[in-house]
Each structure stands twice: as C-alpha cells, then as structure tokens.
C-alpha cells in the first residue's frame, strides 16, 4: 500500500511540473501560442484509485490463494 501511495504522489508531482514547464516552453519559448497547461484534479484521483484499488485487488487475490494450501503442503513446495 505504501508504495502505491508514493507512486501516486510521485507521478502527480513529476507530471505536474514537467507539464507545465514543457508546455510554458512551448508556449513562451516555440512561440506556440495554442498550447496551454491546465491543472484538472479528476485524472489525478482517477490514476489514484485505480492504483491502490488495483493493488487491494492483486494482495487479496495472493492472499486467497495461499489460503487455500495447508501449511505442510507450502512447505514441501518449497
């Protein structure tokens, strides 16, 4: 869970600040005057939940399926 939380932190930050500055470049620098950066927060919570849901999903589903084995037989497995 911690490191979906982080790699969404991450990639918001990282994405909001390379976003910006490439299009403030092609902007002000390329003199292309059509782009510009808008900041929308649905996306951003959107990737979110689907991270850490999608994560649940795959720990629960590892989970299960250790269940179902008994101790003895993991063990011989291995």
Same mark, same amino acid.
């Given at each position: 869970?911690?490191?979906?939380?982080?790699?969404?932190? @991450?990639?918001?930050? %990282?994405? /909001?600040?390379?976003?910006?500055?490439?299009? $403030?470049?092609?902007?002000?620098?390329?003199?292309?005057?059509?782009?510009?950066?808008?900041?929308?927060?649905?996306?951003?919570? @959107?990737?979110?939940? %689907?991270? /850490?849901?999608?994560?649940?999903?795959?720990? $629960?589903?590892?989970?299960?399926?250790?269940?179902?084995?008994?101790?003895?037989?993991?063990?011989?497995?291995?």
């Amino acid at each position: 869970m911690s490191i979906s939380v982080k790699s969404a932190i @991450l990639a918001t930050f %990282l994405g /909001v600040t390379v976003g910006a500055l490439l299009c $403030y470049l092609a902007n002000k620098v390329l003199a292309l005057k059509f782009i510009l950066f808008e900041f929308n927060i649905f996306p951003i919570l @959107l990737f979110s939940i %689907l991270l /850490v849901g999608l994560q649940i999903c795959i720990s $629960y589903g590892v989970s299960r399926s250790i269940e179902k084995d008994t101790l003895v037989d993991r063990l011989r497995t291995e």
